[in-house]
Structures are given as C-alpha cells and as structure tokens.
C-alpha cells in the first residue's frame, strides 16, 4: 500500500514538505509519490489543497 497522487494535481507543492520520509518529488508537472519509500502515513493527503491524493 501507498499514497498516489492523481491526476487532479495542480502542482503546487504543499504535500512536497510535509513528507516525513521525503518520498514526494516532482515529474511531469505532477509530484509524484515513490511507493517504495511512501509509509502511508496520510499526512500528504491532508495538505492538499485539491483533495489530489489519496490511498491505493
Ligand atoms: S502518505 Fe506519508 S509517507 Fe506517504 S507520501 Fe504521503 S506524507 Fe509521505
Ligand atoms: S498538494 Fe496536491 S495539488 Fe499540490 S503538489 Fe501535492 S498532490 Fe499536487
């Protein structure tokens, strides 16, 4: 299991810092969340702001 981010994504960045294990990044101009460090905390979905990210 892992956070995804989908395609409703603005881009905007405020999941980005809110990552305790860094796994957001940028790609496409999209971020994108890399599943393999993801710990499904949630937080990321939390902060945004288009409701873009959710659990798969
Ligand atoms: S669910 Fe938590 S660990 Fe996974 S990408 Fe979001 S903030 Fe990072
Ligand atoms: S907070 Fe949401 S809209 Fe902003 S970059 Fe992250 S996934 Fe995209």
Partial sequence: MAYKVGDACINCGSC???????????KDNHRWIDASKCQDCG???????????AAE
């Fill in 43 to 53: 937080v990321c979905a939390g902060a945004c702001p288009v409701e873009a990210i």
């Fill in 16 to 26: 980005d810092s809110e990552c305790p294990v860094e796994a957001i990044s940028e």
